[in-house]
T-cell receptor, first 111, second 116 residues
Framework: LAKTTQPISMDSYEGQEVNITCSHN???????ITWYQQFPSQGPRFIIQGYKTKVTNEVASLFIPADRKSSTLSLPRVSLSDTAVYYCLVGDPSGNTPLVFGKGTRLSVIA | GAVVSQHPSRVICKSGTSVKIECRSL??????MFWYRQFPKQSLMLMATSNEGSKATYEQGVEKDKFLINHASLTLSTLTVTSAHPEDSSFYIC????????????FGSGTRLTVV
């Protein structure tokens, strides 16, 4: 499975846009990029998934450049409740292989 | 969407006793479920892959005789921590893939195990 690298932590003020970048230099052709959010003492929660270019849903946007060696999760106008750990993972969604988590990015939103 | 129900949410047990954690897929069938362990301030570590009707596959370093996994039906997988010790205290999480591959994997809410 492709290894991912993310910043360990980030701080942001409420109302700002937050961009978390993930590097995945060895991403395979069939791999998709998926981001999860985890609050303390809870299981991870799916945020967004994409293959290339840009994907947007009700909570976030995902930007993927043409070479797909990195991706950026964009959270618009964060609030205190967005304080969590964000994980970037890559893998083939058509298979049933387990997710291998990296260290994730701990986002702290400050009032 | 796909929902995975995990119980109990927290359990405290005495050293030497066994604890069973259940993970159910509520609105889909899960032929495969995954079990993770997470220590404080650390990431999720894959423990084992649970396959319906067959033996689980354990990751290197995970004792299969200590962490018994049973996946007897398409909607239920259980993890039993046998002869628990304080070092087994951790947050245990299960996951499975629902029918919609565009929605990633679904995770249970986790079980906080404290061995005293």
């Amino acid at each position: 499975l492709a290894k991912t690298t993310q910043p360990i932590s980030m701080d942001s003020y409420e109302g700002q846009e937050v961009n978390i970048t993930c590097s995945h230099n060895n991403i395979a052709t069939n791999d998709y990029i998926t981001w999860y959010q985890q609050f303390p003492s809870q299981g991870p929660r799916f945020i967004i998934q994409g293959y290339k270019t840009k994907v947007t849903n009700e909570v976030a946007s995902l930007f993927i450049p043409a070479d797909r060696k990195s991706s950026t999760l964009s959270l618009p106008r964060v609030s205190l409740s967005d304080t969590a750990v964000y994980y970037c993972l890559v893998g083939d969604p058509s298979g049933n292989t387990p997710l291998v988590f990296g260290k994730g990015t701990r986002l702290s939103v400050i009032a | 969407g796909a929902v995975v129900s995990q119980h109990p949410s927290r359990v405290i047990c005495k050293s030497g006793t066994s604890v069973k954690i259940e993970c159910r897929s509520l609105d889909f069938q899960a032929t495969t479920m995954f079990w993770y362990r997470q220590f404080p301030k650390q990431s999720l570590m894959l423990m084992a892959t649970s396959n319906e009707g067959s033996k689980a596959t354990y990751e290197q370093g995970v004792e299969k005789d200590k962490f018994l996994i049973n996946h007897a039906s398409l909607t239920l997988s259980t993890l039993t921590v046998t002869s628990a010790h304080p070092e087994d205290s951790s947050f245990y999480i299960c996951s499975a893939r629902g029918g919609d591959t565009s929605r990633g994997y679904t995770f249970g809410s986790g079980t906080r195990l404290t061995v005293v």
